[in-house]
């Protein structure tokens, strides 16, 4: 089956411009979810979506950080305006696994966009 | 916050067994534990996940303690493309669906 598709795999911007990710979960995946990797951290979980509706959204900058996943399939994330401390990898990841019941399956995460601010 | 404690760093010779310690002392009977590798540049990669018996699959071994407050991954006989950073992950149940929440990891050094 195909991965988890992300894009770009890099960008470089000035602080205070804006930037928008996009993410492919795996099909039929029904929740998808956002991370922020800072260099030398674990990945932090900024939003998650099942279908097209947000979960959980608690750690998410949202005077900044915004994230939509129309029609419950790709997902983008948006940020504007930029700082510095934005300086990350962005990870996606999907799931097919549901309320209850053993979880078969874990996350599958795409390979990340690298967002350098400058 | 992660609910998983592990040592920030461990070093293996090429060919030996792996172990990496893992401590979830206040694991839920429901919750299971999810170990995760991530190479340089890459995103994080599944491994192995549990409940409460021990897994084993063609990547590695899980080992999780009777109390379940602890558990162990074990790569059998590691090789330099292991070198990574190990996550040991307790997955847990979220409203209508659950979440993963990363601690720092282990950072495994596999040398010749």
């Known amino acids: 089956e195909a991965g988890v598709a992300q894009s770009p795999r890099y960008k470089i911007i000035e602080k205070r411009q804006s930037v928008a990710f996009w993410c492919n979960p795996i099909s039929g995946h029904a929740t998808l979810y956002w991370y922020q990797q800072i260099l030398g951290q674990g990945p932090k979980l900024l939003i998650q979506?099942?279908?097209?509706?947000?979960?959980?959204d608690s750690q998410l900058p949202k005077d900044r950080f915004s994230a939509e996943r129309l029609k419950g399939v790709d997902s983008t994330l948006k940020i504007q305006p930029a700082k510095l401390e934005d300086s990350a990898v962005y990870l996606c990841a999907s799931s097919p696994s549901l309320a209850g019941g053993e979880p078969r399956h874990g996350y599958t995460f795409g390979s990340g966009t690298r967002l350098t601010v400058v | 916050d992660a609910k998983t404690t592990q040592p920030p760093s461990m070093d293996c010779a090429e060919g030996r067994a792996a172990n990496l310690p893992c401590n979830h002392s206040t694991i839920s009977g429901n919750e299971y534990v999810y170990w995760y590798r991530q190479i340089h540049s890459q995103g994080p990669q599944y491994i192995i996940h549990?409940?409460?018996n021990n897994e084993t699959n063609e990547m590695a071994s899980l080992i999780i303690t009777e109390d379940r407050k602890s558990s162990t991954l074990i790569l059998p006989h590691a090789t330099l493309r292991d070198t990574a950073v190990y996550y040991c992950i307790v997955r847990a149940p979220f409203r209508n669906t659950d979440k993963l929440i990363f601690g720092t990891g282990t950072r495994l050094q596999v040398f010749p």
């Open positions: 979506f099942q279908n097209n509706g947000v979960v959980d």
């Open positions: 549990g409940l409460k």
